[in-house]
Antibody, heavy 121, light 111 residues
Framework: EVQLVQSGAEVKKPGESLKISCTTS????????IAWVRQMPGKGLEWMGMIAPFDSDTRYSPSFQGQVTISADKSINTAYLQWSGLKASDTAIYSC??????????????WGQGTMVTVSS | QSVLTQPPSVSAAPGQKVTISCSGS????????VSWYQQVPGTAPKLLIYDDNERPSGIPDRFSGSKSGTSATLDISGLQTGDEADYYC????????????FGTGTTVTVL
C-alpha cells in the first residue's frame, strides 16, 4: 500500500527555521517525483516545487524559488520542505504528493495528509 | 492568481449532473495533459482524472474528463451527497513559470 506520511503540526515564530518531512512507503521511492503543495487558509492549491529522489533534480515555482528548500534522503525514503526564516504569511497547510512523471504528463496520484504550519509572534 | 480559471461554485440536486470547466491557454491545457482532484474539506486532495480522461483505479465512472483546445471539463453524473467537495484542475505550464499549475477551484454543492 502506497503511503505518504507527513510530520506533525508546527507552531513557530517569525524568523525561525523549520523542516517538515514526508516519509513514503509501499513503492520504490526513487522511481517517482515528490511535490510540495501549499494551501493557505480558505484558499486553493499552489504547486511549490518537486524533486526527483533518484538524483535530487529539483524544480521550483518562481513564487517559491529562494523562499524554501526541497530535499530528499533516499536512504530513508523521505522528502523534506524547509524554511530558514519563516514569515506570518507562511501560515498554511503543506502537503506532499507523488508524481510518476514531470512535464506534460504530471499528475499527483497519492498525497500526504498535510502538515499545518502556523507562524505567529 | 492562477492561469487556470474555474467557476467558483456549481450545484445540482442528487442524481443530477454537474459540469466544471477549466479554462487555460496554449502554454498549459492546449499542449499538456489535464488532471482533476477532489478535496473534501479537511482532507487531502484525491486524484480523480489524469491524462485528460483517464480514471485511476477505484474512481467510479460517474466522474469523466474531457478536453477541447485550451479548455477542459469534469463531468459528475448521478450526483451524490458525498460528492460535495472542492474540485481542482491541474496541468503543466510552459510559460514564464514552467511548472505545475492548479486551477482556481470549484465548490460543488448538492442541493
Amino acid at each position: 500500500e502506497v503511503q505518504l506520511v507527513q510530520s506533525g503540526a508546527e507552531v513557530k515564530k517569525p524568523g525561525e527555521s523549520l523542516k517538515i518531512s514526508c516519509t513514503t512507503s509501499g513503492y520504490r521511492f526513487t522511481s517517482y517525483w515528490i511535490a510540495w503543495v501549499r494551501q493557505m487558509p480558505g484558499k486553493g492549491l499552489e504547486w511549490m516545487g518537486m524533486i526527483a529522489p533518484f538524483d535530487s533534480d529539483t524544480r521550483y515555482s518562481p513564487s517559491f524559488q529562494g523562499q524554501v528548500t526541497i530535499s530528499a534522503d533516499k536512504s530513508i525514503n523521505t522528502a523534506y520542505l524547509q524554511w530558514s526564516g519563516l514569515k506570518a504569511s507562511d501560515t498554511a497547510i503543506y502537503s506532499c504528493a507523488r508524481s510518476p512523471r514531470i512535464g506534460a504528463t504530471t499528475n499527483f496520484d497519492f498525497w500526504g495528509q498535510g502538515t499545518m504550519v502556523t507562524v505567529s509572534s | 492568481q492562477s492561469v487556470l480559471t474555474q467557476p467558483p461554485s456549481v450545484s445540482a440536486a442528487p442524481g443530477q449532473k454537474v459540469t466544471i470547466s477549466c479554462s487555460g491557454s496554449s502554454s498549459n491545457i492546449g499542449n499538456h495533459y489535464v488532471s482533476w482532484y477532489q478535496q473534501v474539506p479537511g482532507t487531502a486532495p484525491k486524484l480523480l482524472i489524469y491524462d485528460d480522461n483517464e480514471r485511476p483505479s477505484g474512481i467510479p465512472d460517474r466522474f469523466s474528463g474531457s478536453k477541447s483546445g485550451t479548455s477542459a471539463t469534469l463531468d459528475i453524473s448521478g450526483l451524490q451527497t458525498g460528492d460535495e467537495a472542492d474540485y481542482y484542475c491541474g496541468t503543466w505550464d510552459r510559460s514564464l513559470s514552467d511548472g505545475y499549475v492548479f486551477g482556481t477551484g470549484t465548490t460543488v454543492t448538492v442541493l
